[in-house]
């Protein structure tokens, strides 16, 4: 049985795909917190982050690290905020949230509501900037 996210990196499902290389891919939160909220995971189905092996999780957060870089050259904020929740989906995952202030994330907030277009603008903005 495939995740939502499997589906998405197989492209089942459509995402704002952000980056992507042999073993991660970031893309979009569709319901996001702030505008450049981006999920990155690990291609590899594991539900618990920390049940990936040592070389998949330093990976995952190196990916992350080039993710979170271009989100900062494209949002006005102070910091990128790394979450990990785990609940929602099984399959490992790190949010890269802009903030300002420490409740900047907050996941029991409303959510932004951003047009397909909007998404689309962002996403392509921000893939410029992540470097390879």
């Known amino acids: 049985m495939s995740t939502l996210f499997t589906k998405i990196v197989k492209g089942e499902i459509p995402s704002y795909k952000i980056a992507e290389d042999e073993r991660f891919y970031a893309f979009l939160d569709i319901n996001p917190l702030a505008k ?14 920390f049940d990936l092996d040592e070389e998949t999780i330093k990976g995952l957060f190196a ?4 993710v979170a ?6 949002i006005e904020c102070e910091k990128i905020g790394v979450a990990v929740v785990g609940l929602e989906v099984p ?12 409740y900047d ?7 932004l509501k951003l047009t397909k277009e909007e998404f689309a603008l962002l996403a392509s903005k921000i893939s410029e900037k992540v470097e390879s």
């Open 105 to 111: 994330i907050d996941f029991s907030k409303p959510k």
């Open 69 to 74: 870089i271009g989100i900062k050259k494209i």
């Open 36 to 49: 450049g909220h981006t999920l990155v995971i690990p291609k590899v189905e594991t539900d618990y982050i």
């Open 91 to 102: 399959h490992a995952h790190v949010h890269l949230i802009p903030i300002n202030g420490i």
């Open 63 to 66: 990916f992350a690290r080039k």
